[in-house]
C-alpha cells in the first residue's frame, strides 16, 4: 500500500519548514503568494490530503455533526438528515452517519464511535429498544452538544426537536371517529419509547371524549411492521367486537393492515385506515393511505438550528430548548 503524502514530504521537497508548508496550506497571509503557490502545486501533484482528524486536535473544533439514526430505510429519517445535512452544510459542516438498525448495543457502539471521531456534535433519535440512556448522557457530560429528535424522552435533560405525539395520536382517532368510527383497532408497537406511548395517550383520550369504551381486543401493541399489521388486523376481524377502523403505529403496519383486509375482499374506506409518518409509499398505494406527516424536512432543519444555536453560544446553559411542531394529518382514501 502506498504511504500517503504528508507536509513533511511537501517541506523535503521544497526545502522549506513545516510550519511554512501548514501556512500556506491555510492560505496564511505570513507567507509570500509565491511560496504558497508552490506549496499548493505540489500537494495538488502529490495528492496530499489535509489530515482533518489532527487539524480537530489543535482547533478543538472537527466541523463534523454525528446523527444517529435507527434506520436509513425509514423514509422519515432520510428526509430529516437530507434537510439537516444542508442546513449544516451552509455553515461549512459536514455530517457523519450512523444506523442503529434499532439495537441498544450497536447504539452504544455509535455513540462510542462519534466520540472518538471528535464530532462537534450529536444529533440522535434512540433506537426502539433504548431504555438506558447513560452512554447519551455520558457524550453530554463530556461536554457535547447533544440533541434528541423524533424519539425523544423527557428523562433525559437534553435539548429535543420533536412534534407533539400525543396530539397525533389524538387527531387520528378523533378524525376517525368524526367519520362515524366507534370501533378502532390500534396496531402499534410494545416498546416504551415515550413517542409511541404518548400517541397511545392520544388515542385513549379521543376515544373517552366521544363516550367509547376503551376495549383490550381492539388494542395490539407488539410489532411494528407490514407482517405485524397482518397479523394485527387478522386478529381482531376474528374476534367478537370487530373493528370498523383501524390506526397502524406507522405507515408499514397500516399497509400490512390494508393487505390483510384486502385478503377478506374489504377495501378501505369500508373499514377505514389510518398510519403515521407520511412515507413515500403511502400515497401512491391504492387505496391512497391517510397518515399524520410529523414534518420531517421542518425538523431535520430545527435540528440544525438548535446546534448551530448551541455551538455558538458563549458559557454554556442549563436552559434545554424543546422545539414541539404540530402534527399534520394528511387525508386520503383509506379513511
Not at 80 to 99: A, D, F, M, T
Not at 226 to 251: L, N, Q, T, V
Request: hydrophobic fraction near 35%.
Amino acid at each position: 500500500m502506498e504511504k500517503k503524502p504528508t507536509i513533511y514530504d511537501i517541506a523535503k521537497a521544497l526545502n522549506v519548514t513545516t510550519s511554512t508548508v501548514s501556512r500556506a496550506l491555510k492560505n496564511s497571509s505570513l507567507i509570500s503568494e509565491e511560496t504558497r503557490e508552490r506549496v499548493w502545486e505540489y500537494a495538488k501533484k502529490i495528492n496530499y490530503r489535509p489530515n482533518k482528524l489532527a487539524s480537530s486536535l489543535s482547533s478543538g473544533k472537527s466541523n463534523i455533526v454525528g446523527i444517529i439514526i435507527p434506520s436509513a430505510l425509514i423514509q422519515f429519517f432520510s428526509a430529516v438528515i437530507n434537510s439537516l445535512e444542508q442546513e449544516l452544510q451552509q455553515e461549512g459542516y459536514n455530517v457523519l452517519l450512523y444506523q442503529t438498525n434499532e439495537s441498544y448495543n450497536s447504539e452504544v457502539n455509535g455513540i462510542k464511535t462519534l466520540l472518538e471521531a471528535q464530532v462537534d456534535g450529536i444529533i440522535i433519535s434512540p433506537s426502539l429498544e433504548t431504555y438506558d440512556f447513560s452512554h447519551i448522557n455520558k457524550a453530554h457530560q463530556e461536554g457535547i452538544p447533544v440533541i434528541q429528535f423524533d424519539r425523544i424522552d423527557d428523562r433525559l435533560n437534553l435539548p429535543s426537536v420533536s412534534i407533539d405525539d400525543e396530539k397525533a395520536g389524538y387527531m387520528v382517532t378523533k378524525h376517525l371517529i368524526d367519520s362515524g368510527n366507534e370501533r378502532i383497532g390500534y396496531i402499534s408497537t410494545n416498546s416504551e419509547v415515550q413517542i409511541f406511548r404518548q400517541r397511545f395517550e392520544g388515542y385513549k383520550r379521543a376515544l373517552s371524549e366521544a363516550g367509547y369504551l376503551y376495549r383490550e381486543s381492539l388494542v395490539l401493541l407488539d410489532e411494528m411492521s407490514i407482517k405485524g399489521g397482518m397479523y394485527g388486523a387478522r386478529k381482531m376481524m376474528e374476534s367478537k367486537h370487530k373493528p370498523d377502523a383501524f390506526i397502524g403505529g406507522d405507515d408499514f403496519t397500516a399497509l400490512g393492515i390494508i393487505k390483510e383486509l384486502s385478503k377478506m375482499n374489504i377495501v378501505p374506506p369500508q373499514i377505514s385506515v389510518v398510519g403515521f409518518a407520511n412515507q413515500t409509499f403511502s400515497e401512491f398505494i391504492t387505496p391512497s393511505l391517510s397518515t399524520i406527516d410529523q414534518q420531517a424536512v421542518n425538523m431535520g432543519k430545527e435540528c440544525a438550528k438548535l446546534f448551530l444555536k448551541i455551538s455558538k453560544k458563549k458559557g454554556g446553559s442549563n436552559k434545554h430548548e424543546k422545539i414541539v411542531l404540530d402534527p399534520i394529518l394528511i387525508e386520503r382514501e383509506s379513511s
